[in-house]
């Protein structure tokens, strides 16, 4: 602490290079800005998608028409769906924090290929950009959901091809940042971190990273085959033509289904970062939640056969997916297990982000097993496509990985911003938010149960109470989640001045001064020992 | 639609409720015990009660543990899915046919004696296969309250069954997204008694019960049950496809083999419209939405629509 | 630094591997066009097995690398292979 | 490791990265190769006589040209491995010259089938049913994304050809020229596949 004041280099936020004004962020290939880059356009693009997932349940607080045109709902679920997937939760960690934080919690300076960092901020921006200007071009909206079906994705007059090429577009840029973080954890760790001493964070992105590289690729050919068969109608899925529209949803799933663990491992690392520190305490079973964030990545390459349970597919690959599906739970099991089994005997500081770690756990365990019921295929075959589904994807994508992202921030703000934010303010936030969470999203449990399908732009009267409830929680989040963001821009100015370790935690990230220096490290240090040490 | 009566609707209720109940009960437990113990553990050790943490590495007999009574919940639970899925793949021989032939956005059941409905009517106690058959893209048969659904996907051959155990009126929604009006595909499945139903297939002279008089009310009945209203209106609103009101004769701009000429509606016209439709595409309107009806509309059938637009003129 | 292993592989080498290269592709030529029945698929496939390990290890001098990074090859050949097999699980028995 | 960044160079991390991004061609190549297989599988007899229609003569010699544009290419790395520049430019002038032969061979075989009305969308193809629609359609949409591999390929290649004209790559610094081979190579390895699927088995 003591370098804190009488640092000669400065912070990363105050540094003079060649450009001045915004172009000295939007030409730096410092990773901590690029971090700040992804930081504000992520939070930009999730405001967007989250005012249409507002919009939409206001328009099911009653059945008929309430506030839209059915056209207007089933554009709204599309680009809702394909701007929080593509533009947000799969960038979402490894972009904003992994950026950040990767190379200073492995010692570093910088990401191994800087420029190719900057150039993918600029795909994602095109990406996003691009499909946004589908909505406003051709004939009208793309209405397909994020899945993009065949053949409905061409029959429909929605203009599909911006958006189709923007998730395109999307999907390299995430390639581009899996392939870079995966080099950088090969070649650049600190003189004397072994792989077993690298922090979980960092470990989690790698695994990510293998995914973004070995999956992405896939739904990229598969974008490109259907920009092809709409545009020169070549034949692939279209059953007119001969193609088959279930190898479509084969090779979208081959790629989403590792997808979700794109989502969710980083998510899982910065909440096992967040454990230990507020605990006090050494992770449980380090090397234990090492293994299971490598078998998720790797098994959950198998089994997105789940998504079709309904399709018809042959009974041999229906059992196969059904098993690895439940197999996949286990070491999500394992960690959860292990992380509650560090905050035993521990030194509990209760601060925002452990907060928001429990409510992770919690909301995590649900979406889970909301996951383990559509995995089996009795079930699934009565719950596919309802709103038990949009409800589990919620809990764990929202829950997990929002959830996460949220108390991520909160953990990270002093480092990033070099401020303190108000804790009050930030737990009445966390407060509202999480009660309206939970009305939301639990009664669409039910009303899944129940049989109301998903992507209804109108539904039966039955239904009509649950969507009551689920609107107004929707209503009650959104508070909740303005009083979080407000605050948070609020403490930008008037926070007080964050020392270099407010929360005592042990990893390298938090041993340099709040905003880091430019270079990170004066000296790179040379590690001895594990990364949650305690003793 | 989820009844909790303990009447099992169909023979797939049981099966949905064992494995449902079974996961979501541990998994209730563990939610419940899990969340107990870590709000415990958050309690207990308190910075305040216990300000220094005692450092724990591990233990590898619990991890063991904690992974092999998980695996075996979850093999459990995956058998009860496979049991009762695995009946849905085998029909009764005796089972009765029917075709469902579903396209945007309706639903059209066809029985071996070639009577048509757009609700299905099976009776009591008896196995009912359907054939699934989309005309365009892909929709989704689902029955609630039989716990069953299945994908409808052009161009390829499949088949539902289920035994259906209670007389009654159940929803059938189309439960996978098919554009715009893929809310409003619902039907439903009427469950009758053995006799009800044979007095009701043996209505066979008549294809479809014709509600209203009048000299088009054959026509409008044919195309109500055949879901042309999905598309259409008869009052000059747009939809999806032009409205009938003042149709019948006038003069249209249509495009054929990508050239925009000029003709006049006639029986001629008006027939290649519903059989071929995507020959002469009305200008200003997609092509491809509209299928062919040839397999479920006669020449017959067509006259009667005729009769039916003609009377949708000069109101 | 890792920079300095510079393994130089002689022009010889290069030359020797591109006769085999092109002696499979004739071979290749000629086998699949006498009617083999089932065999042609596994014989062309094979055969293109072959040149692609020697392309991998010599062209692309897998073979002088890091382990790592022929470990790597055959990981992704190896997970390519199993999403095509349970891919097929599903046509293959429908 | 702990040298200042700018200054900072690391083949081997440049060539970790070229290899992974290898691998992502690899599988983009590989969701056509289910593709392919699928359907194939579904449609054995018309994919076996539309097989016979393309030329196996083209396709050998484009085969064997690949092979030794690539032998030239990976030569020119012993050729500046052993600082010998002119040989080393000669090599890689022979492997652009070499890969824009396969196109001018690509661009007739194309134009042959054009001028039967067989390309997609064609309604020759389309009378033609169903699994010879596939057949083609993979047949164009794979071997024209391998062509637009192949002329990313000879872009970068004369890229590094000039550089090496510069002397920016030279004996000590070579490893832009090695990741040239390494794209080049893999665009060779998916023809390996290509050329039998395609063409041989009929
Ligand atoms: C972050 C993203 C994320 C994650 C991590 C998961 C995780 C899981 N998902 Fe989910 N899923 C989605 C995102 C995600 N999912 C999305 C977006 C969709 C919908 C896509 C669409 O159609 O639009 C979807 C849809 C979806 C379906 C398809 C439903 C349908 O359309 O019919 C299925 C079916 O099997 C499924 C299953 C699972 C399972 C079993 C897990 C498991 O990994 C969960 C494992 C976790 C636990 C089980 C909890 C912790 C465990 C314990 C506390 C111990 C106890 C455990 C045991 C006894 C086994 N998911
Ligand atoms: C990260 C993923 C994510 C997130 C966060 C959300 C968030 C929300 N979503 Fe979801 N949703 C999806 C991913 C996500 N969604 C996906 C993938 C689909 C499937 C699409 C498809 O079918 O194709 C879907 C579908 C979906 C549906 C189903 C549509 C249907 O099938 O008929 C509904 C319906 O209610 C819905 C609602 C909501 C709501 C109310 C929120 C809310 O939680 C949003 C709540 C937030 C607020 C209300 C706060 C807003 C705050 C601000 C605006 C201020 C912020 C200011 C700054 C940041 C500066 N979503
Ligand atoms: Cu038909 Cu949805
Ligand atoms: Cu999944």
């Known amino acids: 602490m003591s370098r804190e004041n009488n640092t000669v280099e400065p912070s990363y936020l105050d540094y003079k290079g060649k450009y001045k004004g915004i172009f000295s962020w939007i030409l730096s290939t410092d990773h901590k800005r690029i971090a700040i880059l992804y930081l504000f356009s992520l939070l930009a693009f999730f405001a967007t998608g989250a005012t249409l997932g507002l919009l939409m349940k206001l328009e099911l607080i009653a059945p008929g028409k309430t506030i839209m045109t059915a056209q207007t709902y089933n554009a709204f679920f599309t680009l809702h769906g394909i701007i929080m997937i593509f533009a947000v939760v799969i960038p979402g960690l490894p972009a904003v924090f992994g950026n950040f934080l990767l190379p200073i919690m492995i010692g570093a300076k910088d990401v191994a290929f800087p420029r190719l960092n900057l150039l993918s901020w600029y795909f994602y921006v095109a990406g996003v950009t691009l499909v946004l200007i589908s909505q406003f071009t051709g004939q009208g909206p793309p209405d397909t959901g994020w899945t993009f079906y065949a053949p409905y994705s061409f029959r429909t007059t929605g203009n599909m091809l911006p958006a189709v090429f923007g998730a395109f577009v999307l999907g390299f840029s995430s390639i581009l940042t899996g392939l870079n973080f995966l080099v950088t954890i090969h070649r650049m760790r600190a003189p004397g971190m072994t792989w077993l001493k690298m922090p979980l964070f960092p470990w989690t992105l790698y695994a990510t990273g293998w995914v973004q590289l070995l999956a992405t690729p896939i739904i990229g050919i598969t974008l490109l085959m259907i920009i092809a068969e709409r545009t020169l109608h070549i034949g692939f899925f279209d059953p007119t033509l001969g193609g088959d529209p279930l190898l479509y949803q084969h090779l979208f799933w081959t790629y989403s289904h590792p997808a979700v663990y794109i989502m969710i491992l ?70 959860v297990f292990n992380w509650i089994a560090t905050m035993y005997k521990g030194s509990i500081d209760l601060q925002t982000p452990f907060y928001w770690a429990l409510g992770f756990l919690f909301v995590f365990m649900i979406g889970g097993f909301t996951g383990l019921i559509l995995g089996s295929l009795a079930t699934d075959i009565h719950l596919h496509n309802t709103h038990f589904v949009v409800s589990h994807f919620h809990f764990i994508v929202f829950g997990g990985t929002g959830f996460a992202f949220f108390g991520a921030m909160h953990y990270w703000y002093p480092k990033i911003t070099g401020k303190m934010y108000d804790t009050r303010w930030a737990n009445t936030g966390l407060i509202i938010f999480f009660a309206g969470f939970i009305t939301l999203y639990g009664e669409m449990i039910f009303l899944g149960m129940k049989g109301m399908p998903r992507r209804y732009y109108d539904y039966d009267e039955v239904f009509h109470t649950g969507n009551i409830f689920s609107s107004l929680g929707a209503i009650v989040m959104y508070f909740g989640l303005a009083v979080i963001i407000i605050n948070l821009i609020a403490s930008l100015r008037n926070g007080a001045k964050a020392p270099s370790d407010p929360w005592g935690g042990k990893t390298l990230e938090w041993t340099i001064p709040s905003p880091p220096p430019v270079e990170n490290f004066d000296e790179i240090p040379v590690i001895t020992k594990g990364p949650y040490n305690y003793k | 639609m989820y009844s909790t009566t303990g009447i099992e609707a169909s023979n797939y209720v049981s099966t949905y409720n064992t494995a449902f109940y079974f996961i979501a009960g541990v998994s209730l437990l563990l939610l419940i015990g899990l969340t107990i113990t870590m709000l415990y553990f958050v309690f207990r050790y308190n910075r305040k009660k216990n300000p220094v943490a005692t450092q724990i590495e591990g233990n590898t007999a619990l991890e063991i543990t904690w992974t092999v009574i998980p695996v075996f919940l979850a093999l459990f639970m995956f058998h009860l899915g496979w049991a009762g899925w695995k009946p849905t793949a085998k029909p009764p021989k005796d089972a009765m046919n029917i075709t469902v032939v579903a396209r945007m956005w309706s639903f059209l059941f066809i029985y071996e004696n070639g009577k048509q409905s757009p ?130 004769g006038s003069q249209q701009v249509i495009l054929r083999d990508g050239k925009e000429i000029t003709i006049t509606v006639d029986p001629d016209y008006i027939k290649r419209s519903v059989l071929e439709p995507n020959a002469d595409i009305t200008k200003g309107f997609p092509a491809n939405l509209m299928q062919s009806y040839r397999s479920t509309i006669t020449d017959d059938d067509i006259a009667k629509i005729i009769e039916y637009l003609k009377t949708l003129n000069d109101k | 630094m890792e920079n300095e292993k510079n393994h130089i592989i002689p022009y010889k080498t290069f030359l020797y591997v591109l006769a085999g290269l092109i002696a499979l592709t004739l071979t290749s030529v000629t086998l699949t066009q006498i009617s083999l029945g089932a065999m042609t698929v596994t014989i062309a496939l094979i055969i293109a097995a072959v040149k692609s390990s020697f392309v991998l290890s010599i062209f692309m001098h897998l073979k002088f690398e890091n382990k790592m990074f022929s470990r790597a090859v055959i990981g992704v050949i190896l997970l390519l292979s199993a999403v095509i097999a349970i891919t097929l699980l599903d046509y293959l028995n429908r | 490791m702990n040298t200042i960044l700018v200054t900072h160079r690391d083949d081997l991390a440049s060539k970790t990265g070229m290899w992974l991004f290898l691998f992502t061609e690899m599988l983009l190549f590989g969701g056509l190769f289910i593709v392919y297989s699928v359907y194939r599988y579904r449609n054995p007899i018309a994919f076996h006589q539309a097989a016979h229609e393309l030329s196996i003569i083209i396709g050998t010699i484009n085969t064997i040209i690949l092979l030794i544009s690539s032998t030239t290419i990976a030569m020119s790395i012993t050729a500046i491995q052993k600082k010998n520049k002119k040989l080393a430019l000669l090599l890689l002038g022979t492997t652009i010259l070499l890969g824009l032969a396969f196109l001018v061979n690509k661009y007739f075989e194309w134009g042959e089938h054009f001028k039967e009305h067989i390309y997609p969308g064609s309604a020759v193809l389309a009378s033609r049913g169903h699994g010879d629609v596939l057949f083609y359609g993979l047949y164009f949409f794979m071997t024209g994304l391998h062509a637009l591999h192949i002329i990313i390929g000879l872009i970068f290649i004369l890229v590094v050809a000039v550089s090496i004209f510069r002397e920016k790559i030279n004996p000590e610094n070579y490893v832009l020229l090695e990741n040239s081979g390494l794209y080049w190579h893999l665009v060779d390895l998916i023809w390996i596949f290509l050329f039998p699927l395609f063409y041989l088995i009929t």
């Open chain 2, 119 to 248: 609700d299905l009517i099976v009776p009591l106690n008896t196995p009912v296969k359907i054939n699934l058959v989309s005309m365009d893209v892909i929709h989704s048969l689902f029955i609630p309250d039989f716990r069953i659904k299945s994908d409808i996907i052009p161009g390829r051959q499949k088949f539902m069954w289920f035994l259906p155990q209670l007389e009654g009126k159940y929803k059938i929604f189309c439960a996978e997204y098919c554009g715009l009006q893929h809310s409003y595909m619902h039907s439903t499945v009427d469950v009758m008694t053995q006799e009800k139903f044979k007095k009701w297939y043996a209505e066979a002279a008549k294809p479809v019960a014709i509600t209203g008089t009048g000299p088009g009310a054959a026509g409008e009945a044919i195309m109500r049950s055949q879901g042309c209203f999905a598309c259409h209106t008869p009052d000059g609103t747009k939809l999806i496809g032009p409205s009938y009101l003042n149709l019948w």
């Open chain 1, 266 to 335: 980083p998510a899982m690392g910065a909440i096992s970062e967040i454990i230990p520190t507020f605990c006090h305490k050494t992770i449980f079973g380090y090397k234990f939640i090492v293994a299971s964030s490598i078998a998720i990545a790797f098994v959950g390459y198998f089994i997105w056969g789940h998504h079709m349970f309904t399709s018809g597919m042959s009974g041999t690959a229906l059992y196969t997916f059904s098993l690895l599906t439940f197999l996949v739970a286990i070491p999500s099991a394992i960690k």
